[in-house]
């Protein structure tokens, strides 16, 4: 540990904010990011902090859990909300942003930062004797992954999806009409894609039975897929009415050539501010290109679709770390090691980015010869920090924010809105506080 800087292997979106928090504290960053030089299967461009599934960030509205998180890191200085916000397209009640225009702003910010080099390079073991940051995501590299297996015993993994991108001009608007749902937003970030009974049972009958791409080391019969992402064809073959209960759920929407709700909707979501570009809400697949184009073009608004961008699927690995970790995010055993991002087993690109903000901060007091941080569970980050690390947790999956990980209120208040509302109050006066008394 006698190097005069911090290594943070990673340059996605944990990664990228735990740099940034470690150099804005005047210590020295070496950044290793294997792009591009290496991809993994889900990457495709040379820039840092890719969104390779939705553009969506989740709600904006502070009074709700992924709004609540937002704002917090927004409090401790987070470079991937600057960037966000700068980047922002229109998607109702959630922040969505521009992926190309975020990813390429949050380069920019990490190559213009005096105390970061980034090295691209693969790193294929973990560090020993210094103070680092691991954050090589969801789709750690072969050598690197196995390196981790080897060192805790075996890793946990599952399969994620992506969804395909259309171009706005080839959706058929005779058959789609713009609106949010409840009214929501500003009316045209949506474009929804109604469908009858009959359309929607023929649709569902294909989508369960359309082939599927072949998986490496995967057992195709019987998948592991994380609930939050799963895969359309997985979820239609639960049930008839699943995904019309899912992702293409009607409620809040009102056809205009109908007067009536529709018996299912598609949504259509911006991806960029153009919007020239739409995104499949819900759509994530695992389909064959070929089979793709046919199911998802059954679909009446999408018989012309022009699909810029297929789904795809892919693994995704995380380390059991309740029983590995402490809840600043460094190993118990090797406190000079932190993890941060998917790999730790919180779900999302915020509660990605927050857990490497966290890691930041610590790393960077325990190189200045401070004590590490836990913060409140009051917050959002604090609880998602304590759920990764509860040794109590027994069957680890992976975790996204969410009201029902924060303590309970002192008040029994029924109504979920308020609720969310009283958790954000308690959350960011807290925090502020805590920012405070720490001086962070």
């Known amino acids: ?45 040379d820039t840092f902090a890719e969104l390779v599934c939705s553009n969506s960030l989740k709600a904006a509205r502070t009074a709700s859990a992924a709004g609540m998180l937002k704002q917090e890191m927004r409090m401790l200085n987070s470079l991937l909300l600057k960037c966000a916000d700068a980047c922002s397209v229109s998607a109702g009640g959630a922040l969505a942003v521009n992926r190309d225009d975020f990813s390429n702003m949050v380069t920019h910010y990490i190559n213009q930062h005096p105390n970061i080099t980034v090295v ?60 949010s ?11 929804n ?16 039975g359309a082939q599927r791409a072949p998986l490496k080391d995967f057992d195709v019969q019987n998948p592991k897929v994380y609930e939050g992402c799963m895969p359309i064809e997985v979820m239609a073959q639960r049930g008839a009415d699943t995904i019309r209960f899912g992702p293409m759920k009607p409620v809040g929407l009102t ?29 994530q697949t695992n389909l064959k290109f070929p089979e793709q184009k046919r199911v998802f073009s059954m679909i009446p608004a999408l018989k012309n679709a022009e699909f810029v961008r297929y789904g795809v699927m ?26 941060a991002g998917q790999l730790t087993g919180v779900e999302g690109y915020m509660e ?13 007091r325990l190189f200045m010869g401070k004590e590490t ?54 959350s960011f006066s807290t925090l502020e506080s805590f920012i405070n008394e720490n001086n962070i």
């Open 1 to 45: 540990m006698e190097k005069a800087y911090i290594s943070v292997i990673g340059a996605g979106l944990a990664g990228c904010e735990a740099a940034w928090q470690i150099a804005n504290r005047g210590i020295q960053v070496m950044l290793y990011e294997m792009k591009p030089n290496k991809k993994s299967p889900a990457h495709h461009s």
């Open 120 to 179: 691209n390079e693969e790193i294929t073991e973990l560090p020993q004797n210094e103070i680092a940051v691991i954050a090589t995501g969801p789709l750690t590299a072969d050598l690197l992954a196995e390196n981790i297996k080897a060192e805790f015993g075996g890793a946990l993994s599952f399969f994620d999806a992506a969804a395909p991108i259309v171009t706005a001009e080839s959706i058929d608007f005779n058959s789609a009409f713009f609106a």
């Open 181 to 191: 749902r409840y009214g929501k937003g500003s009316g045209d970030d949506y474009i």
């Open 193 to 208: 894609c109604p469908m009858n009974k009959e359309e929607y049972e023929s649709f569902h009958a294909e989508l369960v």
């Open 255 to 283: 056809d205009p050539k109908t007067g009536h709700r529709p018996w299912a909707v598609l949504q259509l979501r911006k991806e960029n501010n153009q919007g020239t570009l739409y995104n499949l809400v819900g759509f």
């Open 314 to 339: 892919h693994r995704n690995t995380f380390i059991n770390s309740p029983r590995l970790l402490d809840a600043d995010y460094s190993l118990r055993k090797k406190h000079n090691l932190f993890f």
């Open 352 to 364: 990605s980015g927050s857990s490497g903000l966290l890691a930041g901060i610590n790393a960077a």
């Open 373 to 426: 941080l836990v913060l409140p569970n009051v917050t959002m980050m604090g609880a998602l920090a304590e759920y990764i690390s509860n040794p109590s947790v027994t069957c680890f999956q992976p975790m996204g924010a969410n009201i029902g990980i924060l303590p309970q209120l002192s008040e029994n208040i029924r109504d979920k809105r308020l609720k969310a509302e009283k958790h954000s109050l308690r």
